[in-house]
């Protein structure tokens, strides 16, 4: 049987607050398990409130351990809008993560295939993904398990959407050559014990209806995700506006 919730809040604000706190629950009563956040625009808001909530004493967030989700190949932690520089300056570093309890991936590895070997040990040694905190593409893509992606376990690089590409322009500030992404795999993804999606943005508003009450199909891959027992899919109410 599949069991979803769906949440739809007032606001961005509220959604990141209202996450946050769910997840400092989480990392409460679950301390040492692995985490895995999105780095796109949607999750920043949570990630900051996550911050602010250690500083006030809520929780503890070098208590978990963190794995990335995905990187643009050819991109590092010094070009503005990679994956790793995003993460890095709006949690790991402010969270004063310790750099023994994360890993990003390296888009800029010279084996591509080795990187996500050492991925996918990363979340062997670590008991598997506890939490994954994730947000929608335009194109229904999952960090970039773009449409069709490979049915298969694991991290894996693959060719870029054309419209991942169009739309990347907004994290570099620039346009920028890439054609290839590395990601945690859907089917990894799936297993995490806890699963959310969040979007925000009218803009979001038909991928949400047809990731979440459409067919299960491969063509969206957020869809696939509904399998997962545990999915909560946190709206704020323009995002959730054609559901
Ligand atoms: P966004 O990206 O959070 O920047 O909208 C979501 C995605 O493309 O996965």
Redo the contacts with the bound molecule.
């Keep these: 049987m599949m069991i979803m919730e769906i949440h739809v809040l007032e606001s961005p604000d509220v959604l990141a607050k209202r996450v946050a706190l769910s997840i400092a629950l989480l990392i409460r009563n679950y301390p040492g398990r692995l985490i895995c956040f ?1 780095a ?4 920043m808001g949570m990630l900051r409130e996550l911050v602010s909530l250690q500083q006030c004493g809520a929780c503890n967030l070098n208590s978990m351990y963190y794995i990335a989700l995905d990187e643009w190949v050819g991109l590092g932690y010094s070009d503005k809008g990679s994956c790793s520089q995003v993460l890095r300056d709006n949690f790991y570093d402010p969270a004063c993560i310790e750099k023994n309890r994360f890993r990003l991936f390296d888009g800029m590895a010279e084996d591509i295939d080795a990187e996500c070997s050492a991925m996918n040990d990363w979340i062997k040694i670590h008991g598997g993904i506890f939490l994954a905190v ?5 194109n229904g ?3 970039f398990n773009e449409p069709y992606a490979p049915d298969e376990e694991g991290c894996f690089s693959i060719k870029l959407d054309e419209m ?1 590409k169009d ?1 990347s322009e ?2 570099f500030g620039k346009k920028m050559q890439v054609n290839t992404g590395i990601t945690i795999g859907w089917r990894t993804l799936l297993n995490s014990e806890n699963l959310y999606v969040l979007a925000s943005g009218k803009h ?1 508003a038909q991928i949400v209806k047809k990731a979440f009450t459409g067919e299960l199909s491969h063509s969206i891959p957020a869809s696939l995700l509904r399998r997962n027992e545990n999915l909560k899919v946190v709206l704020e109410k323009e995002a959730a506006s054609d559901l």
Excluded: E, Q
Aim: hydrophobic share 35%; glycine share 22%; aromatic share 6%.
């Design positions: 999105a796109g625009d949607t999750p994730l947000g929608i593409g335009l893509h999952i960090g991942t739309i907004k994290y979001k």
